[in-house]
């Protein structure tokens, strides 16, 4: 049933007397205003807005980014200048060189020998990076280790600088052609880049110091688990910058393996394996890598995982190279991780991390002891870079 | 006494802004108390752990420049004499 006072009101509207020419002009006008306004300029100013938004965030990154490496090349340079005595410009100009360097990868249209390409590479560019230390600072020609040091500082360097010129690039073109949807995107993984680049830049003190990292856990693991072993005797190798050693733990054979330290390397470990395979002719029952691994939001750094395959970053070479002989010699490999956060992993090493490595040193033992049988030969390897651990 | 509020003109833009007023508030407050925890944390300590080789005699101390796991200590135990080695290095937040 309606309503009584709505049918008085329908009546009203329909005796409403009818619009003249005039405000029926007045009308359209408005109308037309109004809808130029919600549709055409009310969404150019929020573009507008969300534009300058975007840009100021991108550009504040980029001014970040440019602050921490002129700070970073300030403390360098200070080191520098205490150990040769050059002109500071000059000096300067040297380093900017060497952030320049290029990497230009092997072609990967014929991909047969592509890992021993990358291998080659990868050498020369440490040789080469170790060399132009060394010219920089004649005198650290006899201290190995601060040279390698230096050298993971010069890769620091060269990192930020590469994430610097990226994001400029990028900038500059969604600037340049106005690109709302560029500068979202840029916009969107500044958060991601901010936590790598806090952890580049806390890391150069870190490597100038000769501090242990969080990547250095597993060469730590592989330090301490010497204590637990009799009968340990270094082998001689060939092979540059990695440690072997042999020592028995519970009647096993264990061959240890980890980059030389404390200079700060990751060694050569595919080869140090491939000398215990085919230069001392051992027979591995069990392989053992250990390694710090990136952690996910969710995980607690310092939680350890087990599991099986090679634990090991980086391109993926060497890797490839331990699966090859792991594969050839019917060893299986286990992998124990170490969980850490990205800053964690290439900042000083923290208490946390410190107590997980004890704590896989136990692990490793066990998983020692239940997967071989006494009278076999076990290889363990403790991955990442073995800054402030010597052997 | 009646006082006659219009919906467009008067509640809902005093409705937008008293909202946007506590938003604001805040946001600049989170800031500003998350701005204070961090000035109040703490400096890092960088420690080293020594231990006796013969006796597991076991001590912490400031890390120093040239400082490396591995590396026999100058440093003597208290119980038998000997070089302690360092241990461990790492780092640690502690109240200033």
């Known amino acids: 049933m309606v309503n009584g006072s709505v049918i008085l009101g329908m009546v009203q509207v329909l005796q409403a007397p009818p619009l003249n020419s005039q405000n029926a002009q007045q009308y359209l006008l408005y109308n037309i205003i109004l809808l130029i306004l919600w549709f055409g300029i009310f969404p150019w100013f929020y573009e507008m807005f969300q534009l300058w938004r975007y840009q100021s965030q991108v550009s504040g990154f980029l001014n970040r980014l440019r602050f921490f490496m002129n700070n970073n090349i300030s403390q360098v340079l200070d080191f520098i200048m205490s150990k040769v005595n050059e002109d500071k410009r000059l000096i300067e100009g040297k380093i900017r060189d060497l952030m320049e360097m290029v990497i230009i990868e092997p072609t990967s249209i014929e991909p047969e020998g592509l890992v021993r390409k990358y291998k080659m590479l990868i050498n020369s560019y440490n040789d080469r990076l170790e060399r132009d230390v060394i010219r920089l600072i004649p005198s650290l020609s006899s201290n190995r280790p601060v040279v390698q040091n230096f050298t993971n500082v010069i890769d620091v360097l060269r990192e930020l600088n590469f994430i610097y010129k990226v994001i400029d690039h990028y900038y500059r073109l969604a600037i340049k052609y106005k690109s709302y949807y560029l500068l979202i995107q840029l916009a969107a993984i500044l958060p991601l880049l901010k936590e790598e680049v806090d952890a580049l830049n806390g890391s150069v003190p870190v490597f100038l110091k000769g501090q242990p990292i969080g990547d250095s856990a597993g060469p730590l693991t592989v330090f301490r688990f010497k204590s637990l072993c009799s009968n340990l005797s270094v082998i001689n190798n060939s092979v540059k910058d990695t440690y072997l050693a042999s020592c028995m733990f519970k009647d096993r054979k264990v061959y240890l393996v980890k980059a030389e330290g404390p200079g700060g390397t990751v060694g050569h470990l595919d080869d140090a394996i491939k000398y215990i395979y085919e230069g001392i002719n051992a027979r591995p029952k069990l392989m053992i890598t250990i390694d710090a691994a990136l952690k996910l939001e969710g995980e607690e750094s310092g939680s350890i995982a087990e599991g099986l395959g090679v634990a090991m970053g980086g391109i993926g070479v060497e890797k490839f190279n331990i699966e090859s002989l792991a594969t050839k010699y019917g060893t299986p490999i286990y992998a124990i991780l170490i969980k850490m956060s990205m800053p964690e992993a290439l900042n000083a090493m923290t208490k946390t991390i410190d107590e997980a490595v004890n704590k896989v040193v136990e692990r490793l033992g066990k998983v020692v002891e239940a997967y071989t049988e006494p009278g076999d030969e076990v290889v363990i390897v403790g991955v990442g870079n073995t800054i402030g651990v010597a052997q | ?96």
Request: glycine share 6%.
């Open chain 2, 1 to 96: 006494m009646l006082i006659s509020i219009d919906l467009y003109t008067t509640l809902i833009p005093t409705v937008i802004t008293a909202l946007t007023a506590v938003v604001l508030f805040y946001i600049v407050s989170r800031e500003l108390r998350n701005t204070l925890a961090v000035s109040s944390v703490k400096r890092i300590s960088e420690y080293v752990t020594l231990r006796c080789p013969t006796c597991g005699y076991v001590k912490v101390r400031e890390f120093k420049v040239g400082d490396y796991v591995g590396k026999v200590d100058d440093e003597k135990c208290p119980r038998d004499g000997s070089n302690l080695v360092i241990m461990g290095i790492g780092k640690e937040q502690v109240s200033a």
